[in-house]
């Protein structure tokens, strides 16, 4: 690997602020299971870091799933002049609540 790769790599990987609190979860036998089975598959993985990349690739996940609902309003148009509406759906409201509450993250608010 070269260095500029390692960089980038450790930049991916541990360049995002990590925040000091922690949220207990309790999981059902089988994605218990599945955890320790990926514990066991990746030695150098610790529980944390393994259950921290699951939460961050599910929620993108998630965000991603959001159905675009066309609003009422103009926006812009797109590459051809046809006009391009506004979400109406959930991504709007839940990408204003993302920014509310790194907002209060990295002030020490929350």
Do not use: C
Request: no cysteine; charged share 25%.
């Amino acid at each position: 690997m070269k260095a500029a790769d390692m960089m980038k790599r450790w930049q991916a990987e541990y360049g995002e602020p990590r925040v000091q609190q922690s949220w207990p979860i309790t999981l059902n036998v089988k994605d218990a299971a599945r955890v320790e089975a990926l514990l066991e598959m990746f030695p150098g993985l610790t529980r944390e870091r393994l259950l921290s990349d699951l939460v961050h690739a599910a929620l993108n996940d998630l965000t991603s799933s959001f159905p675009y609902v066309e609003g009422d309003t103009v926006i812009g148009q797109d590459e051809d002049g046809f006009p391009m509406y506004e979400d109406a759906g959930k991504t709007p409201t839940f990408l204003a609540l993302t920014r509310k509450h790194l907002d209060a993250l990295n002030t020490g608010q929350h």
